[in-house]
């Protein structure tokens, strides 16, 4: 056994996977957006979700599996990124 996977082995018969993840730092993009953040749009079909970085101006991105919280899956002619306010 490598080197890198003996200590993956020592660690995860150490700890709990729910300990290790405890420990990891959460992101923006792992939490849930808020529900007025989702968008279909009425001429394609496809769903979007709303994203604001400082600096930048608001953007819609298509959301690929939309089907899997009530909405809309991606496909042929749907944008990859829509601008907000042009």
């Known amino acids: 056994m490598t080197r890198p996977l ?3 082995a020592a660690l995860l018969t150490v700890l709990p996977l729910s300990a290790i993840a405890q420990q990891m730092p ?3 993009a792992m939490t849930q957006p808020a ?3 989702y968008w279909i749009d ?3 079909g496809c769903s979007y979700v709303r994203t604001h970085v400082p600096g930048w101006p608001p953007a819609w991105h298509l959301i690929r599996n939309g089907a899997q919280i009530g909405l809309t899956n991606a496909r042929r002619g749907c944008a990859v990124t829509l601008r907000a306010g042009g």
């Open 6 to 8: 003996a200590l993956a």
């Open 26 to 28: 959460r992101t923006p």
């Open 42 to 44: 009425p001429a394609t």
């Open 35 to 37: 529900s007025g953040d």
